[in-house]
């Protein structure tokens, strides 16, 4: 084999990705895309609800007492039963990630 040809092979060895970059790569992904997941009003949990950015404890200790009476059916529902949540904080709400039924907050 010629030098010149051993050496080309050399570098592109080298400058090959080491083969745990991408298998790390693609798990930092999927940990990211689980934490930017949906958190549904009706299924979320204290912990989970206080995680919502726009949420304090006053606020999720309202939906909780609510959502012991009857699911929220709607955004609707959400906003006329749970006081401090109207559209412009639904609309931040949902942006947040926060869903009704699976439903994100309808925009205009």
């Not at 745990?20 to 009003?41: E, F, Y």
């Not at 006081?83 to 904080?89: H, M, N, T, V």
Request: with cysteine.
């Amino acid at each position: 084999m010629a030098p010149t040809l051993v050496r080309q092979r050399a570098r592109r060895a080298q400058s090959s990705v080491p083969w745990p970059l991408p298998i790390c790569a693609a798990v930092g992904l999927a940990l990211a895309a689980g934490l930017c997941m949906a958190t549904d009003i009706n299924q979320a949990n204290e912990a989970e609800l206080d995680s919502v950015r726009g949420f304090g404890p006053p606020t999720t200790a309202r939906i909780l007492q609510e959502r012991t009476k009857a699911p929220f059916a709607s955004w609707a529902d959400l906003m006329r039963r749970v006081k401090g949540i109207k559209q412009a904080r639904a609309r931040q709400l949902s942006k947040e990630g926060l869903t009704v039924n699976g439903q994100t907050y309808p925009t205009p």
